[in-house]
């Protein structure tokens, strides 16, 4: 036993370097955990497991030779890009890696991401990480080849070594990773399921029993986003941000809703309920296993189109695809300058009942690139900087929503002489400084008041002066309906509604509904 702990002593002080430099970079997930979550159990926990892996690696690493040497680089190079993957995280999301997020890094596009990173993260502090990862590679090298480690023995305890740190990683992995991934249902999302599930509710496998009001010809939803409700002008915001929408208004065209929320502040997770038809009570079974509006407006008699100026693939893959792969007809914008306005061109109503779709970039960050120049209406010398220490950023955003409003309502108005109801609403929205003076992006994880905003959406309805004269009943319940408390998630019983359909086996499903 002495001659085992006298060997154990020798390779723990072999490469004191090593040691330190991969003690210290997996430290930095823990202290800066402190800051938000203190655990004190927990990190004591973790910042012993780390103690005995460093100790563990060094003597594993310093006993397999120039193998060895090639495992300490390649275990510093994972730890410090999980480090940086965090400090990401904790920029963006305002959250720890989680489920959520690998399923919105997975979804995102090559664009997206150097959009996050232009807008999030300083180059300077890329520069810095990569430099500072660069010199303890140097200064290890440098150890290394001064000094060569002779061990005899080294097969003797090989086995011990690596047994004992097996048992240690699953250690660490049950505290840093499995106790936090495995309270959600699954990593990533399964999308070739979800794609198969959603082709799989073909229309004549929908039982639908027709009423007796009169069905809309055109039927359009706009999916925003990332627009906030706290910056729309239509509810009070202090920039005029919806001009046209207002007009819309005032003519009697346009209803706005003033208690919506969207079911996520992020899209993996919004869209996984706004088009489906998966009830509160029906948590037990998975979202893409009930149809979506599309698979049920297709069997009400709707052909099917989706536009949209997103892209039509991530890194893994997307889910708003899904769906608009299921329509009869899907379009998506390749431009390598995108704007929404790219969109209003480009469906031709045409004769019979048509179900129509519009994805829009809408704010998405990076702000600045989400409008023309034509719409810099707003400078950064508008805004107070007690309210917000990044004034430029809320002029971006202001004018991406001047816009937005703009595309919004040339879109309406483009039915203006058709038989139709045209819904707008985001997928969620964001947190532009109104939680906290130096915070913009996504709901912020730690804080109820930034949670809230990403929560809050604006909601418009527009009724072509055709559909008003052909549906007064519905009309006018859409007119009683402007205060009522409701989430974009029910948003597919209000669609069902005003197509004058619904589940024969669900006849209740009409309580879901918007518009009563």
């Known amino acids: 036993m002495s001659r085992i702990l006298t060997i154990l002593k020798k390779h723990f002080t072999s490469d004191p370097f090593y040691f330190w430099s991969f003690t210290a970079l997996a430290a930095i997930n823990p202290i800066v955990s402190l800051f938000y979550q203190p655990d004190w159990l927990d990190l004591a926990i973790t910042f012993a497991l780390i103690y005995i892996s460093g100790c563990l690696l060094t003597t594993l690493f310093c006993s397999m030779g120039h193998i060895g040497t090639i495992l300490k680089y390649l275990s510093l190079t994972i730890v410090s890009l999980y480090d940086l993957l965090t400090l990401f995280c904790l920029a963006v999301f305002k959250s720890f890696m989680n489920a959520t997020i690998i399923e919105t890094l997975l979804e995102t596009t090559p664009n997206e991401i150097k959009e996050f990173i232009s807008v999030f993260i300083p180059w300077w502090l890329v520069v810095g990480f990569i430099c500072l990862l660069a010199s303890l590679f140097y200064v ?87 627009h906030s409700k706290g910056h729309s ?14 007009h819309l208004i005032d003519d009697s065209l346009v209803y706005a809703f003033h208690n919506i929320v969207s079911p996520a502040t992020v899209t993996t997770q919004s869209f996984k309920y706004i088009l489906n038809t998966r009830h509160h009570s029906d948590i037990q079974k998975e979202w893409y296993k009930f149809p979506s509006i599309i698979t049920i407006l297709k069997a009400a008699g709707y052909r099917t189109l989706w536009y949209s100026n997103q892209d039509e693939v991530g890194l893994y893959d997307n889910m708003a695809s899904c769906f608009a792969h299921i329509c009869d007809y899907y379009h998506f914008n390749t431009k390598k300058t995108r704007l929404d306005g790219d969109l209003i061109s480009l469906h031709k109503p045409s004769k019979g009942k048509e179900f129509i779709i ?149 006849p209740t499903d009409t309580l879901y509904s918007l518009i009563k």
């Not at 002008?233 to 207002?246: A, C, L, V």
């Not at 994805?359 to 034509?374: C, I, N, T």
């Not at 810099?376 to 309210?387: C, H, R, S």
Request: charged share 25%; hydrophobic share 35%.
């Open 140 to 226: 290890h090298y440098i150890c290394h080849t001064k000094k060569r480690i002779k061990m005899g023995n080294k097969q003797s305890y090989l086995h011990l070594h690596l047994f004992v740190y097996i048992v240690t990683v699953l250690l660490i992995a049950h505290q840093i990773v499995i106790k936090e991934i495995l309270s959600m249902s699954s990593w990533t999302i399964p999308f070739e399921d979800i794609a198969i599930n959603l082709k799989d509710h073909e229309p004549r496998n929908i039982q639908l029993c027709e009423s007796s009001q009169q069905h809309p010809q055109k039927i359009v939803l706009i999916i925003g986003e990332s």
């Open 233 to 246: 002008s239509i509810y009070g915001y202090e920039k005029d941000t919806n001009p046209r929408i207002q």
């Open 358 to 506: 519009y994805h829009l970039m809408g704010q998405h960050v990076d702000f600045a690139k989400r409008y023309p120049e034509s719409y810099k209406k707003f400078k950064a010398t508008d805004y107070d900087k007690k309210k917000c220490q990044k004034r430029e950023v809320a002029a971006h955003y202001d004018n991406a929503c001047l816009y937005n409003d703009f595309v919004v309502a040339q879109l309406m108005e483009k039915y203006k002489n058709e038989d139709a109801i045209v819904i707008y609403y985001p997928d969620h929205g964001i947190d532009v400084f109104q939680s906290s003076p130096n915070y913009f992006g996504h709901a912020h994880g730690f804080k109820k008041e930034s949670r809230k905003t990403g929560l809050q959406i604006p909601c418009f309805i527009y009724l072509s002066p055709l559909y008003k004269d052909h549906h007064k009943a519905l009309t006018a319940q859409t007119q009683r309906s402007l205060d009522r408390k409701y989430c974009t998630a029910d948003m597919t019983f209000t669609l069902m509604y005003v197509a004058g359909y619904d589940f024969a086996q669900h």
